[in-house]
C-alpha cells in the first residue's frame, strides 16, 4: 500500500507562487509514476501533470501554461508542485496520485491507484 499526504495548499494573491509537496509511504516510492490533478468547484476533474520514477514528465498544455513546474526527490519519497503566475482560474483542490508504471506517464484518473486527500489552492484577485 501507499499512503500520500498533500501539504502547502492555501491562500495567495494573483501573480504569486506557490509550491505545493506530496509525501509518500509505504511501498518503494521509487517504482511509482507520480501524478497530479486539480478540481474547482462545478468543474471535473483535471490532469495537470505527472512525472515517472526516473524523472520525465508530461504537462496539460493548456492549463499548465509553462507556470507549473513538477520535480520528485525519490531520497525523500515526496513529489513536488512548483506553481508560478498564478491566476484566479488556478483555484482548485489540488490532489497528488500514484500508480506503478515504468513506460508512460497516464492522464486520466482512472488509472491511479492511490490519492491523497486534496490540499485547497485559492488564488485572489
Known amino acids: 500500500q501507499v499512503q500520500l499526504v498533500e501539504s502547502g495548499g492555501g491562500l495567495v494573491q494573483a501573480g504569486g507562487s506557490l509550491r505545493l509537496s506530496c509525501a509518500a509511504s509505504?511501498?518503494?516510492?521509487?517504482?511509482?509514476?507520480m501524478g497530479w490533478f486539480r478540481q474547482a468547484p462545478g468543474k471535473e476533474r483535471e490532469f495537470v501533470g505527472g512525472?515517472?520514477?526516473?524523472?520525465?514528465?508530461?504537462y496539460d498544455a493548456d492549463s499548465m501554461k509553462g507556470r507549473f513546474t513538477i520535480s520528485r526527490d525519490n531520497a525523500k519519497n515526496t513529489v513536488y508542485l512548483q506553481m508560478n503566475s498564478l491566476k484566479p482560474e488556478d483555484t482548485a483542490v489540488y490532489y497528488c496520485?500514484?500508480?506503478?508504471?515504468?513506460?508512460?506517464?497516464?492522464?486520466?484518473?482512472?488509472?491511479?491507484?492511490?490519492w491523497g486527500q486534496g490540499t485547497q489552492v485559492t488564488v485572489s484577485s
Open positions: 496520485a500514484a500508480v506503478v508504471r515504468d513506460w508512460y506517464i497516464p492522464t486520466s484518473e482512472g488509472e491511479y491507484d492511490y
Open positions: 512525472i515517472s520514477w526516473s524523472g520525465g514528465t508530461k
Open positions: 509505504g511501498r518503494t516510492f521509487s517504482s511509482y509514476c
